[in-house]
């Protein structure tokens, strides 16, 4: 059985969070989590949130073992871009993208095949 969660627009950039998704990509959901909560990104609390999110809908789905469920699919896609200006010298000034992110967590029964 399937179980999976969607975080859209994630106020961090995509770049910041692929580096601890793919960390965690093809680990069981507990060990997932043990590894997240020591990491100092703060990418990481917000992809725990996600997991966690997902482990509860595995476990609405009555699954048997949420934290068993081994995570097939950790997709970050690149959202829309705030833009903000920031003064320079002699009256220029820059643009400052403040990047979202589209994070989704796909967890699967380990004992299920396709």
């Known amino acids: 059985m399937v179980s999976r ?11 910041k969070v692929r580096r ?3 960390l965690i990509k093809g680990k069981k959901a507990g060990d997932a989590l ?3 909560k020591f990491l100092p990104h703060r990418s990481a ?3 725990t949130k ?4 997902a482990m509860a809908n595995a476990e609405q789905k ?3 073992d949420p934290e068993g469920m081994k ?6 896609d690149q959202g829309p871009a705030m833009k903000r200006m920031m003064p320079r010298a002699m009256g220029r000034s820059d643009i400052i993208r403040k990047r979202m992110s589209h994070i989704t967590l796909i967890l699967e029964e380990v004992g299920s095949e396709k």
């Open 34 to 36: 043990i590894t997240l």
């Open 62 to 64: 009555k699954v048997a």
């Open 50 to 53: 996600i997991l966690k999110s």
């Open 45 to 47: 609390r917000v992809v």
């Open 5 to 15: 969660a969607i975080h859209k627009y994630a106020l961090i950039a995509p770049r």
């Open 71 to 76: 995570i097939v699919k950790a997709v970050v």
């Open 20 to 22: 601890v998704t793919n």
